[in-house]
């Protein structure tokens, strides 16, 4: 057990569960800000953020999220019609979610065609 700042005692676990909900609350509000910046056209705050997303995903070791956050990137590089860009970022995430059998795949394949 150890304490906490107030002397209650915890487990390790709690910890552990309590810092697994913080990197995904983490995550969802860097992707929330990300949406937002892409909505409105700022693209170069979008993909700040959603780098931050991915440094996040990849302390979690959840290839699901890391290959979401490269989609979105592609996103960002098709809103600019940066085409070849997107689809580099397209290609990769397709790969992790082939890598880990994602349902996304499919998407993902119809967007590198």
């Known amino acids: ?5 107030f002397g209650r005692k915890r487990s390790l676990e709690d910890y552990t ?6 990197w995904e609350e983490e ?3 860097l992707l929330s800000i990300a949406g937002y910046y892409l ?5 170069e705050n979008a993909m700040e953020y959603l780098e ?3 440094k996040v995903a ?7 999220l890391e290959a979401l956050v490269l989609d979105s990137m592609g996103e960002v590089y098709l809103d600019k019609r940066e085409i070849d ?5 397209f290609k990769e995430a397709f790969k992790i979610y082939s890598s880990i059998k994602s349902p ?4 993902m394949k119809e967007k590198i065609k």
Request: cysteine-free.
């Open 58 to 64: 990849v302390e979690m070791d959840d290839k699901e």
């Open 52 to 54: 931050k997303a991915f």
């Open 85 to 89: 860009v997107a689809i580099e970022y």
């Open 39 to 43: 909505d409105k056209g700022e693209h």
């Open 1 to 5: 057990m150890i304490l906490d700042l």
């Open 17 to 22: 569960r309590r810092l697994q909900e913080l």
């Open 27 to 29: 995550f969802d509000i």
């Open 104 to 107: 996304n795949r499919e998407e």
